[in-house]
């Protein structure tokens, strides 16, 4: 096989590897033969996904032996609700699964959650394995084993907890993502500098010219040491009773402002760049969070194209408001924030004034 | 608060009380007080549910100073599909509820099962307590976290495990039950007995007319000794990896037989009645059940008002044979029985030439 990194993690039965190099979709079936036990597995994807990655997984499945199904949905963000979920379910039951059944998600985030989600449910739990075709799902959706679909209410407040047994992070399928995509993904790789490593935050306003120009090299070393940090958080802290939270950074407006706008005008990352941005300028205010920290913040996000505030009507503000206080943080009827003291460190569970709220937006 | 038996789940940090007795709704704010820890809950019922239990309920609530909601499904099997679990996941987010808000299911299985699984699902995880107000749903659907919806391919195919806090038998709730759905109820009562109780099996024959004149000491005894061998088999399995199978007893011939008449035309007891009635002679036929124990077997569950025998057309035939394949024992393409060796003693994970099924029903 290609040298690959691996980060592990550590969950104790419920551990796997997430394996990061060039070329790992089209030996995919060497990974993937020790949990398909024989059997055969079914992919799901949809129609984002380029042609390429898919046939290469077919023809990897088809080398190692292992016989396959293929579900596709349709593309974008509007696939994550309970309508496709129930339709996937429906689908991927008639293709005759057992309990044995391995799934196979191969796209973006919303195919990771969905698929995800399926598997948590499906005959009350079957194995799964992502392999995430866009940064934002190499870095964040795909590990962690947060699964769930959109209501009309919010995102993801309908879901489960349910650990895939492997990640496969093909860094090829992002030499051909969407310039948009690609710096959408940017937004969580940010955010890791932000909540956990202000030497990966340095590293990022260095290298973004590099990284925007998707250099392996880069990209891997990038890549591997988000996921390092995702693993660490959620091997300690799996169900989110509280290390986990910082992981929602900038998560909570960002969130809002995805329902508000029904999940079409921005993209999750750009979302959450904004909510991020918001959230610093917050932190410069309940937290002391340097003035100097907050235009470095900005800068880092304006630099990778990503937008940074955004203009509402009343109407749409109160929308806004309203979006948040149904978020899965909220507690006690207050909505709770991470915030920031410094880059490269936050705390989660700060009660803010929804004055001061007002403010940053 | 009154006198009540009290059958504990052994499952670590999931462990939990079933209590069972008289008057316990009426006095169910005190037991629920230390779950809804000062915060509002939601109760669910459906439409079947008589006034009385609710009202009750509600006043207790009151009493106990916890404050409430209600929403109330329409009654039937055909509430449990995705279509009303995905209208009652909005309508409970639109109550404002948070991580930790507590969830109430009162009403029977597919009360229990729906509201369960919302629990599993809203916010990736919500507490929830049962209050089983049938037969069927006191001895067997309330206990041991199995929750889930159906399919248009057949039942609880889409669910989770994910175990109550609390389970509250109250046994005045079933001296109002319709004869047909207590006798329903009769058929995982007897389950009981023929899969892990011989002497249960015999009282049950002893006792069959007090219990159908619903007599409170001979039904607390009765519902007491099922709830303990439930939540024995549950703690030594709680994920269906061995044991539990045990208790899919005559279920597979049942649940498809469920599916082929679209939930309507059986109860979930009925079906299972001529499911094990089907069982136990497939046991006969591989396993060498003594026939006087098939006989037994046959008579109790008449003896109980309950349907043994099926004629179907040849294209019903097919159906059940096709739904069995879909049914979650299938495994390696073989479908897969619980047999009994004698009446108290069975085996799961048996293998069935199809040719037997087909003689047996």
Known sequence: MSETRTVRVELGMRGYDIRIGTGLIAEAGAHLAPLAKGRPIVVVTDATVARLPLSALEHSLGQAGIKHKTVTLPRGEGTKDFAHFARLCEEILALGIERQTLLVALGGGVVGDITGFAAACLLRGLAYVQIPTT????????????????????????????????????????????????????????????????????????????????????????????????????????????????????HTIGHALEAISSYGKYLHGEAISIGQVAAAELSAKVFKLPAADVARIRALFEAAGLPTRVDLTPAQRRKLFSAMRLDKKVSGGEIKFVLAERIGKVRFGQRVPEALIQEVI
Do not use: M, W
């Open 135 to 250: 940064l934002l799902a190499q870095v964040d959706s795909s590990v962690g084993g947060k699964v769930g679909v959109n209501l009309r209410a919010g995102k993801n407040l309908v879901g489960a907890f349910h650990q895939p047994k492997l990640v496969l992070c093909d860094l090829d399928t992002l030499a051909t993502l969407p310039l948009r995509e690609f710096r959408a993904g940017l937004a969580e790789v940010i955010k890791y500098g932000i909540i956990y490593d202000a030497a990966l935050f340095a590293r990022l306003e260095r290298d973004l010219p590099k990284l925007l120009q998707r250099e392996a090299k880069t990209l891997e070393g990038i890549v591997a040491r988000c996921c390092e940090i995702k693993a660490e958080v959620v091997g300690y802290d799996e169900r989110e009773g509280g290390l986990r939270a910082i992981l929602n950074f900038g």
